[in-house]
């Protein structure tokens, strides 16, 4: 991240409540900036950062309004009226109500996230009778603002207190999320600290209270999301369930992502790909958060490691059809690492020196690919399972072609094709065929590698690999270009192309337009 921020020049970043992280990255950020000399950071924050590197500016609250009549045209006012009209967009500051709203900012001190909690509170019911009771003996004192401290941690610790046992209980443990969850997450991980009663009911409440956001991505339209409210996330994130619960719900969290995460791997690469892949961009944080849990226990233990190194093999299918191949490396690289004097199951640290090898090739980094492909046969060798020993050949056979030794490639490609058939890879064997027909096309056999490629492409069809189908295409397409099938090419690469458009793969998406605007 820093070389690329470097190389891009001038740059502003803007990092936008960086409370709400879960670890201090303030190192993270300086080097950051003693990489990038032209980078400048603008970090928001409750706290100061401490550092020297650092310009402080202090943002001051609200001016506090003292005439009712100009009240809505105050900072604080304006902001009090948005928040609440967000729920009541015809909500109206009559005369009235207007030196109610006064007292009101000014109990608040002009705190604007106590403001943001005060209005939602009050646009759980009618905001105008709500106001109206403010002068009463029974008003809502986290509105009212009748709290030992006017401050934001008052309001929240107010609006805890009226809490009953299920909502605390969902409230503490939805702070093991990051960057939000939707309902089967919220059932899987909140229901065993329920005695099976209903989550989403809870959350629900907790949503009319305002204490949780409901959310609708614009990617995934119809899956709802839950998340907790910013401002009192770092509250609720300390009552956090300790003990026993606490270990409950981050081990449910771990166990229901570590699954999501080896689904969503098989289908990013299937019919269903483009959508898969959007769910994993959601849900990347939450899978994030399991492996960095598991890469925090000093020393590993066999659990930890197996979860951590577990998740870095899922993760391969997003980077893959994403083309995410340098960041790839890099995680899946300090995983292995820290992971490597366990004693782990062999088929999971074969599978993750194979990914290795696989991304290491598309960053042409042929002497760390190699590195992994050794390890991998010297872990697998006592294995005498024919899916892995094909895998290590198809990675054998990619790494010849990456150093030009074509005819070992084909002698190790026929033997992944035979083993792969056996075990019924049949996505790994379309792989096979499309390597083979680049290794072919590199000796200029054209009609042999294009029945490879077709072949290629009828595999993967076949075994519903829609990402692998465009990469035939692409493939395809210089092909025809080699032949001088200008029409054929150009239909090919417009193919390959809405294909990689659908995943997101900005990487091959321009390699197929160059190609396409060369031809």
Known sequence: VADALNVRGPTLVVIDGMDSLTHDVTPLLLHWLAAAPELELLVT??????????????????????????????????????AIRRKHPDFHLSPSLAQAAVDLLRDLQGNA?????????????????????????????????????DTLASAVDWSWSQLDADERICLGAATVFHGGFDADAAV????????????????????????IQVIEPPELPEKHRFMVVRAIRAFARERLVEGENGRIVRRSHAAFYLALAKRLA??????????????????MPNVHAVL?????????????????????????????????????????GRTLDATRKVE???????????????????????????????????????????????RIALASGELCIARRHHDDAREFLQIAIG??????????VARAYQCLGRTTLADARLETAESCMLTAGERFRSAGAL???????ADLGELCVRLERVDDASERFRRARAIFHAFGDRRRQAEVLLALAQV
């Open 45 to 82: 924050a409750t706290a100061p950062l401490h550092s020297d590197e650092v310009a402080l500016i202090e943002v001051k609250c609200f001016p506090l309004p003292k005439d009712p009549r100009i009240v809505a045209q105050t900072e604080a006012g304006q902001m009090l009226l948005a």
């Open 113 to 149: 996230g106590a403001i943001e909690l005060a209005a939602a509170r009050l646009a759980t019911t009618d905001p105008a009778k709500a106001l109206a009771a403010l002068s009463g003996r029974d008003a809502d004192p986290i509105v009212s603002g009748r709290l030992d401290h």
């Open 188 to 211: 899987a991980v909140l229901t065993p600290l329920l005695d099976n009663r209903d989550p989403l009911a809870v959350l629900n409440r907790l949503a009319g209270r305002s204490l």
């Open 266 to 283: 098989e289908e990013c690469h299937g019919r269903c790909g483009p959508e898969a892949v959007q769910h994993m961009r959601l849900e």
């Open 292 to 332: 960095q849990r598991a890469m925090r226990v000093k020393p590993p233990t066999k659990a930890s490691a197996k979860r951590a190194l577990s998740v870095a093999v899922h993760l391969w299918g997003y980077a893959d059809v994403r083309g995410r191949y340098p960041d790839y490396v890099d995680l899946l």
């Open 344 to 390: 782990l199951p062999t088929l999971l640290r074969v599978r993750a020196l194979l990914r290795m090898c696989r991304a290491c090739l598309e960053c042409d980094d042929t002497d760390q690919a190699q590195r992994a492909v050794e390890l991998a046969q010297r872990s697998a060798i006592e294995v005498d399972d024919p899916a892995v020993l094909g």
């Open 419 to 428: 083993q792969l058939s056996d075990a019924g890879a049949h996505r790994e």
């Open 467 to 473: 990402h692998g189908e465009g990469s035939v295409l």
